[in-house]
């Protein structure tokens, strides 16, 4: 007596033949994988400057700039900022364009970054416009004392010299008291 060899069960799989995706279903997919591709590789172009801290342009009088940047911002973070504005003060400072930073003299044909000063805050109370506005203004001492000692960082540009220093250092000066002057020297030079 001849056995035949027992068949295992018939599977769904086995007895239908495997059909092509439908053209929509293909270009949904399609269409779907692009968008996320397009997605990731944006966010990789347009990811923020990790080198730096965060910081908000806040206010901008002529010359001057008001920054704030997180009250948890560390001093070597100020530092490294400030290392920025200075590599942006240096050629034809048209990075501070990129910095966020409108030009301080717009009309002036040797440039419209010709003198700046940036005021490094970690307070938006004293970076804010009124601040700065009432501060420019001088009239009053108590507003003017409680936004230089605010001052968390300060960088100073003319067409000829810069200033970086972590505190407040006042114009026409080099150092001060409870600043830590990083760098002086002229504009452009290492």
Known sequence: MATNPVRPPATMAAELPKKPLDPLVKTALTICIGLIVITVVGMILTAPDRSIPPYSVMAQQGESVTVNV????TDL????????????????RAEFARLKIKPTTPEDPAGPYRHLTIYIFDNPGLADEP??????????RLARSSFERGVRGIYRLTEATEIGA???????????????????GRAGSG
Do not use: M
């Open 131 to 140: 601040s700065l506005k009432e501060y420019l203004a001088g009239s009053d």
């Open 70 to 73: 997180p009250t948890h911002t």
């Open 166 to 184: 972590l505190g407040f250092v006042p114009a026409g000066t080099v150092s001060s008291a409870g600043a830590r002057v990083l760098f002086q």
């Open 77 to 92: 973070e100020l530092e490294a900022l400030l290392i920025r504005f200075r590599a942006a003060g240096h050629g034809d």
